[in-house]
C-alpha cells in the first residue's frame, strides 16, 4: 500500500469539546478517505478535513445499496494514553461484510494502520469522562455512474470520527422494548450477518411505530417462521435464565457484534453458563411466569450493555427485574468499561494502545 498522504494545515487552536456529547451529531475535523480501482486497487490514501463528498447522481451505492460500514470506539485512558476496543475484530467483520456485497476486499494490517494514525492525530477529540469516548465510523461504497444492476467497479472507502457521549450519562437506564411480529429485519441467508445500510433501511418503520407506542426499541424475530428471538435494533441479545444466559445462536440472519464475542467470552471465564442457541419468545414468556427469568440486555459498541426494562409480545407486558440493570449487566459494564480505558488488565489482548504523534505538516 502507498503511504498515507496528509492534507490539512496544522490546527492553531485547541480543540473544545462541549460538556454535553450526545451521539453522532459532532465530528471530527479530520477523516480518512481512499479509492479504489480495479487497476489500482485502493489508491490515494490520505488524512484530510472534513469536507463534502462529491458524489455522481449516478452513483451505484446510492440506487443499490451497495455500501457497508463499521462501528468502533477509541478512549483515552485515566493517565492519557489512548486505546482502541478490538479493532482487528471490526476490520475482519468489515471484510466479511465486503464479501457479501462484492466489495473489494482491503488490507487489514494496512487499515489499522491508518486506524491507529488518524485515532493519534485527532486525540484531542477523544472525551474523557466516563463511558465517552471516539465513535470510528469506517464505510465503504460502490461509486459508478451506471444504472444497471451488477457490483460497482469503483469505490470509496472514509473513516469518520464522532465524539460521542455515554449512553447513560445518569447511570443505566433500562428500556422498553417490543417484540416485532409485524414486520422481519432480515431472513437466514439473506443480508442480517452483513453490516450493510439495508438492514437499517428494513427496521425503521418498525422503530418509528414502537417509538409511537411508547417503546426505545424492537426485538426482532427470526423471518421465517417468526418465533425465535434474533437482535434488537442496532444490538445483539441476551436472556439471562436462572441457570444459563443464553444469547441467539448466529444463524445467518443476525449480525455477530464484537460485544456480544467479547461478553460470551468474559461469562465463560467467570465459569458461567453462557449458551448460544434458539431462543423460542414463548420460552422467555414461559420463563418470566415460573420465575426463572433474571434478566434481557443487549449488548453493542454503542451502548456496551443496554439492559431490557419492560418486554412486551403479543400484548404481554413483562417487567424484568423490576425494570432494574441485573447485578450481572451492571458487572458486565463495568468490566467492559474499565477494559476500554486499561482500568483492568487486558488478558485478551482486545486493546490496542495508540501512540501519539506529533504529525509535521
Ligand atoms: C453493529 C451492530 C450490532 C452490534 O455489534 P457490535 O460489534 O457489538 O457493535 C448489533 N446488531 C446490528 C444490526 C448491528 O449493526
Given amino acids: 500500500m502507498e503511504k498515507i498522504q496528509y492534507d490539512f494545515k496544522k490546527r492553531t487552536h485547541k480543540v473544545e469539546l462541549p460538556k454535553k456529547l450526545g451521539f453522532g451529531k459532532l465530528f471530527a475535523d479530520l477523516f480518512f478517505e481512499m479509492d479504489y480501482t480495479p487497476e489500482k486497487g485502493w489508491y490515494n490514501p490520505v488524512i484530510k478535513r472534513v469536507e463534502n463528498l462529491s458524489i455522481h447522481p449516478g452513483s451505484m451505492f446510492i440506487h443499490y445499496g451497495q455500501a457497508i460500514f463499521e462501528g468502533l470506539k477509541a478512549f483515552k485512558t485515566e493517565d492519557g494514553r489512548i486505546t482502541i476496543f478490538r479493532p482487528k475484530a471490526h476490520i475482519q467483520r468489515l471484510n466479511i461484510s465486503a464479501k457479501r456485497i462484492c466489495i473489494p476486499q482491503v488490507d487489514e494490517e494496512f487499515l489499522l494502520q491508518v486506524l491507529t494514525e488518524l485515532v493519534s492525530i485527532e486525540s484531542d477529540w477523544i472525551p474523557t469522562n466516563p463511558g465517552e469516548s471516539l465513535y470510528i465510523r469506517p464505510v465503504i461504497y460502490g461509486t459508478d455512474p451506471f444504472l444497471g444492476v451488477k457490483p460497482s467497479s469503483d469505490y470509496k472507502l472514509f473513516i469518520l470520527l464522532s465524539p460521542v457521549g455515554a449512553y447513560y450519562p445518569e447511570g443505566f437506564k433500562p428500556v422498553k422494548i417490543l417484540v416485532q411480529d409485524n414486520y422481519v429485519r432480515a431472513v437466514r441467508k439473506g443480508l442480517g450477518e452483513c453490516k450493510t445500510p439495508a438492514n437499517y433501511a428494513a427496521s425503521l418503520l418498525a422503530a418509528k411505530e414502537a417509538k409511537e407506542k411508547g417503546f ?5 424475530l427470526d423471518g421465517i417462521e417468526q418465533k425465535y428471538i434474533e437482535e434488537v435494533g ?3 441479545i441476551f436472556v439471562e435464565f436462572k441457570d444459563e444466559i443464553a444469547t441467539p445462536k448466529l444463524t445467518g440472519s443476525i449480525l455477530p457484534g464484537v460485544t456480544r464475542r467479547s461478553v460470551i467470552q468474559i461469562l465463560k471465564d467467570k465459569g458461567l453458563n453462557v449458551t448460544e442457541r434458539l431462543i423460542n419468545v414463548e420460552e422467555v414468556v414461559d420463563a418470566y411466569n415460573n420465575g426463572s427469568l433474571v434478566s434481557v440486555f443487549g449488548t453493542g459498541t454503542a451502548a456496551v450493555i443496554s439492559p431490557v426494562g419492560w418486554l412486551t409480545y403479543k400484548g404481554i407486558e413483562m417487567t424484568l427485574n423490576n425494570g ?5 449487566a451492571q458487572e458486565l459494564f463495568r ?7 486499561l482500568k483492568i488488565e487486558d488478558k485478551y489482548d482486545w486493546v490496542v494502545e495508540v501512540n501519539k504523534e506529533e504529525i509535521e505538516v
Avoid at 216 to 220: F, I, N
Avoid at 335 to 341: D, G, P, Q
Fill in 216 to 220: 426505545t426499541q424492537v426485538l426482532w
Fill in 335 to 341: 468490566e467492559l468499561n474499565s477494559l476500554h480505558i
Fill in 234 to 236: 442496532t444490538m445483539n
Fill in 324 to 328: 432494574q440493570p441485573s447485578k450481572l
